[in-house]
Nanobody
Framework: QVHLVESGGGLVQAGDSLRLSCAAS????????MDWYRQAPGKEREWVAS???????NYADSVKGRFTIDRDNAKNTVYLQMNSLKPEDTGVYYC????????WGQGTQVTVSS
């Protein structure tokens, strides 16, 4: 069974940085693309960034140039480095992958104060 566990969220001020981690188990991690999503209060969950098994990355326009997704296959972990945070980045951040079906972590809260 695939498990994804996010960590690293917190309360920060606008302009600060955070690094989120997502530890994966139950799959051959290096073979799978990994995604980060977020959900702001009262809004639908939205895609933030993806990294393929080969390391190719893609970003939502709203975070391009500020966020960086990377992975450490030796640690079965995907990261999201978030710089120049804005209040509109506030939300619950989820990592996800597709292993027969979409699998989600439990999420980690990021709150950015102005």
């Amino acid at each position: 069974q695939v498990h994804l566990v996010e960590s690293g969220g917190g309360l920060v001020q606008a302009g600060d940085s955070l690094r989120l981690s997502c530890a994966a188990s139950g799959l051959t991690f290096r073979r799978y693309a990994m995604d980060w999503y977020r959900q702001a209060p009262g809004k639908e969950r939205e895609w933030v960034a993806s990294i393929s098994s080969s390391g190719r990355t893609n970003y939502a326009d709203s975070v391009k140039g500020r966020f960086t997704i990377d992975r450490d296959n030796a640690k079965n972990t995907v990261y999201l480095q978030m710089n120049s945070l804005k209040p509109e980045d506030t939300g619950v951040y989820y990592c996800a992958t597709v292993h027969s079906e979409r699998v989600w972590g439990q999420g980690t809260q990021v709150t950015v104060s102005s």
